[in-house]
């Protein structure tokens, strides 16, 4: 019994070796030892396409590989269209990609002919078109500026949108911002089901979604104020600054998303020259100016002390991201002299016969512009007048929260705002503390917001002082708008 036993295990154990030791075959030889992975890494980047409008851009989010031409990428997923109905393209049907290379940090993007053949396409959308293509590629690495080409060639126009020949960089998109009901929904939804949380916070709105009115995420934001739906971000790009209102569509409440629903310009100071980087400042009355190479060709004057040795001129190239001012005088001091207020204004608005002040980087080219006022203030009601409204101007276009300045001399420098409806209604109210009361002149500033109206209308913007008498109103002053 005991040699039986042994002579099973011995049975047992060489039928175990034999399958250990069970040869492979072919397939099996062959095999690679350590097969290497298959899956690519993927970024997420973000790609502008016009709205369903055409008056402006809405955001999309595509994943591409990391292991590929991420440039080459982005463009064919652009030329692809957006991904849903809220959404139109920005590159026109049969274009072809022919080139794309970059250069230093600009992308120089090569089109077929067909890019510039479209019927459908006016000077107003290709201006988002254009910036729908710039904003998406700046968002990239390494890219600051595109250039755009056509079968190989510069073009500085696009469907009558001047564009200019040299490379573009990411430009604000100033004024309202169309908000589409039927998209808001659907990003609600997302957000009630935890994707995007970031539509919660309107600084965060700004930083990831800002690019749909040419803000960089590394720019600077900072909120302003946040109340009944209304949320006012004080922001920063390219050494200009911006007011942007956010608005929660859905209602004011927690979990519900933030929207981009007004850019307004603010007025951004001027840095003086600084001669130990080379930087000078001239004068000069402007006898012509080339809007599409940015350059004014001035006649110098003022050619004194330091300003007669400044080798500089006629032609001046003005950078595109020089920050400009107009002069204006707006009343007299106690010595009889101008009073003077600066305002932004842009490259466009600079007319031949305007005065300038430039100030120039070390390699001539103007980084600022103060163009002055050359009239004279005359009429007794300008001289007579104890408020002095600058900014809006009469019939200007205006959202909330509009922005007021002027100067004024009133009791106790307090200076009231209110705005009306077409009906007459006071839609908002409130008061300012000017810079200094009367008998002396202060300068204003205040914000004025009123909630988004459904439609359009007509309105006025009163500003005034009271009476210290009798609280009647005083120095009344009305400028009819048009509120959106």
């Known amino acids: 019994m005991k040699k039986a036993f042994l002579i099973m295990i011995l049975v047992v154990a060489i039928s175990l070796t034999g399958c250990f030791n069970k040869p492979k075959n072919k397939t099996e030889q062959n095999a690679p030892i350590s097969p290497k992975s298959t899956v690519q890494a993927v970024k997420e980047v973000s790609l502008y396409f016009l709205n369903s409008k055409m008056s402006g851009l809405n955001m999309d989010i595509r994943s591409v590989s990391e292991n590929a031409d991420l440039l080459k990428q982005v463009i064919s997923e652009l030329m692809k269209g957006p991904s849903d109905q809220y959404s139109k393209?920005?590159?026109?049907?049969?274009?072809?990609?022919?080139?794309?290379?970059l250069k230093d940090t600009t992308a120089y993007?090569?089109?077929s002919k067909d890019y510039m053949s479209a019927t459908d396409i006016n000077e107003s959308t290709a201006k988002y078109m254009v910036a729908a293509l710039v904003n998406t590629l700046t968002g990239l690495p390494n890219v600051d500026s595109v250039q755009i080409l056509v079968e190989g060639n510069k073009i500085d126009s696009l469907y009558g949108y001047k564009i200019g020949l040299d490379p573009l960089n990411r430009t604000v998109?100033?004024?309202?911002?169309?908000?589409?009901?039927?998209r808001v929904k659907k990003l609600q939804e997302n957000a009630s089901l935890g994707k995007e949380s970031w539509r919660l916070d309107p600084i965060k709105v700004?930083?990831?979604?800002?690019?749909?009115?040419?803000?960089?995420?590394?720019?600077?934001?900072?909120l302003d104020s946040k109340k009944d739906g209304i949320a006012l971000i004080n922001a920063t790009h390219d050494n200009k600054s911006y007011m942007i209102?956010?608005?929660?569509?859905?209602?004011?409440?927690?979990?519900?998303?933030?929207?981009i629903s007004d850019v307004k310009a603010k007025f951004t100071k001027i840095p003086e020259a600084d001669p130990t980087k080379g930087e000078t400042f001239i004068y000069g009355i402007v006898r012509a100016i080339n809007y599409e190479t940015r350059v004014v060709t001035i006649e110098r004057e003022y050619q004194d002390s330091s300003d007669i040795n400044n080798e500089a001129g006629p032609d001046i190239k003005v950078l595109p991201n020089a920050i400009i001012h107009r002069q204006a005088k707006v009343g007299y001091d106690s010595q009889g002299g101008y009073q003077y207020s600066e305002t932004d204004m842009s490259f466009s608005d600079i007319k031949v016969g305007d005065e300038l002040g430039m100030i120039l980087t070390k390699n001539k080219e103007a980084r600022a512009i103060i163009d002055s006022d050359k009239s004279s203030i005359t009429t007794a009601s300008s001289q007579n007048a104890n408020i002095i409204v600058l900014s809006p101007m009469k019939n200007n276009s205006v959202s909330s929260p509009v922005k007021v300045v002027g100067k004024a001399?009133?009791?106790e420098a307090v200076v009231n705002i209110r705005?009306?409806?077409?009906n007459g209604n006071i839609l908002s109210q409130t008061s300012v503390q000017a810079s200094a009361g009367a008998p002396s002149w202060g300068d204003f500033e205040a914000d004025i917001q009123y909630k988004p109206l459904s439609t359009p209308q007509?309105?006025?913007?009163?500003?005034f002082s009271l009476s210290p008498k009798d609280g009647s109103v005083q120095d009344l002053v009305s400028i009819p708008l048009h509120l959106k």
């Open 458 to 463: 007509d309105g006025t913007l009163q500003v």
């Open 206 to 222: 700004m930083q990831e979604e800002g690019g749909v009115v040419g803000f960089s995420p590394d720019d600077d934001f900072s």
């Open 109 to 111: 993007v090569n089109f």
């Open 89 to 101: 393209p920005i590159i026109p049907d049969n274009t072809k990609l022919l080139s794309v290379q």
């Open 245 to 259: 209102t956010l608005i929660q569509p859905e209602g004011d409440k927690d979990g519900n998303i933030w929207v």
């Open 173 to 182: 998109l100033t004024g309202e911002v169309y908000i589409d009901k039927e």
């Open 409 to 411: 001399r009133v009791f």
């Open 419 to 422: 705005i009306l409806d077409s």
